[in-house]
């Protein structure tokens, strides 16, 4: 579904100029000579037994393709393998419409490019919005996993913004210092007195350090 970084030199080369190639290839022999393609739709009579073995090759392919994608949920990183996979079956959907159509303009033709369109979304979602998405949701997991460890910690800690405004006390400070921190976010370091704080929170570590060894 996606070219990866790790992959050959050549397959990111080449791979997006041969699929433009093919894709050019196939709209030139369409458009320029339809005569060499055997005859799909038939007026007054409807589909033809080739285009019907077609789209019932690319139903079974589809579902092979959905089956193996929802088998890989949870595991491919740079995608939605279960929304790949809803976007294969409904891939499918739309080629057994276009198997049953009679008319090009009877339900079954528009159900089917319905279909179609919907499995682009789909698509879309699965693949680019998910690789736009993964590094905000590796930061926010990284973040969650940094105050599990610094709420496990016996030290306290702070942050501060752009203006040097405390933003952030962590839940440690109130425990070791008794203080609320509510009080002091959005203050400046001076107005908050947290050189102070850090001096008391010296000593108190120096007075417990002391205790113990003493009790010792």
């Not at 709209?27 to 037994?49: C, D, N, R, S, W």
């Amino acid at each position: 579904l996606q070219v990866r970084t790790d992959a050959a030199p050549w397959k990111r080369r080449y791979s997006l100029p041969l699929v433009l190639a093919y894709c050019g290839i196939v709209y030139f022999v369409v458009l320029a000579h339809p005569g060499v393609l055997p005859e799909f739709f038939i007026p007054g009579q409807g589909l033809t037994t080739t285009k019907v073995m077609i789209e019932w090759l690319l139903v079974a392919g589809y579902l092979l393709a959905a089956v193996l994608l929802w088998r890989r949920r949870g595991q491919a990183d740079n995608y939605d393998a279960t929304l790949a996979a809803t976007a294969a079956a409904l891939m499918a959907l739309s080629e057994v419409c276009f198997s049953l159509y009679t008319l090009t303009t009877d339900a079954y033709n528009l159900l089917g490019h319905l279909y179609k369109i919907a499995a682009f979304l789909v698509i879309y979602n699965a693949i680019y919005l998910r690789i736009q998405r993964q590094p905000y949701l590796n930061l926010l997991d990284s973040e969650e996993r940094f105050r599990s460890l610094a709420a496990l910690s016996a030290d306290w800690y702070w942050r501060k913004d752009e203006s040097f405004r405390l933003t952030e006390l962590s839940s440690t400070y109130e425990k070791r210092s008794g203080f609320p921190p509510g009080g002091d976010l959005g203050k400046a370091r001076h107005d908050a007195g947290i050189e102070g704080l850090q001096a008391w929170g010296c000593v108190v570590h120096g007075r417990k350090r002391s205790e113990e060894h003493t009790s010792e």
